[in-house]
């Protein structure tokens, strides 16, 4: 069990401190990320994000061989753990800049409650992870970094929806994400945004 520590402000945390979750999504302290992943994770605080382009294509990812949560495993296009105090958008954005090279504008907030456990070679996720949308401007070009993302890919939304339910190999998050995402509608531009009043108490910043 990871050692627990009072909240502190995002300046004074290295950002690879992640939020520990009471049951009710509310903040109990903090552990450094490379402790808490192990064969009995402690539930946290994490965000995913959905990125696409002007045609309405899904940004997909393929995570890094040698990462030691799920690695090479394809997914949606970020996700990650927002630092003590950091609003999640911050946070998908902060990662989408390091992991994609690229800028991302408003996102949509769609999943506010989404959480999910899974488990790979022994390493388990354990996660309250709002899920957010957003949109790249035209001819936005994507350059990885190789520690983080092996490769990627443009998919058409609706092309990887029947992927996903087809069998196609991703990350647990990502298949039942894709599953409650479908339930809002086939186009993601109309998909309703959530209210932050219902995300998890420790994410409700600002």
Known sequence: MPTRTPLRDRSATHPEI??????????????????????????????????FDD??????TRRALDKR?????????????PAPGEPLPDAARRRAA????????????????????AEMQGIVENEQCPVY??????????????EEVAESEWVPWGRFVDQVTSGRAVSQWCRE???????????????????????????RIG
């Open 18 to 51: 992640v939020v520990l979750l009471d049951d009710e999504g509310r903040a109990v302290g903090t552990a450094d990320k490379a402790s808490v992943h192990d064969g009995d994770t402690a539930l946290h605080l994490a965000f995913s994000a959905y990125l």
């Open 55 to 60: 045609r309405g294509r899904l940004l997909v």
């Open 69 to 81: 949560t799920f690695p090479g495993v394809w997914s949606n296009s970020v996700c990650g753990h």
């Open 98 to 117: 390091r992991e994609l090279g690229v800028e991302v504008g408003p996102l949509r907030l769609v999943l506010p409650r989404f959480a999910y456990r």
């Open 133 to 146: 949308a957003g949109w790249l401007a035209p001819g936005a070009s994507v350059r990885l970094a190789p």
């Open 177 to 203: 994400q894709v599953d409650e995402l479908v339930a809002l509608g086939p186009v993601p531009k109309s998909w309703t945004e959530a209210d932050d009043a219902q995300l998890p108490p420790a994410a």
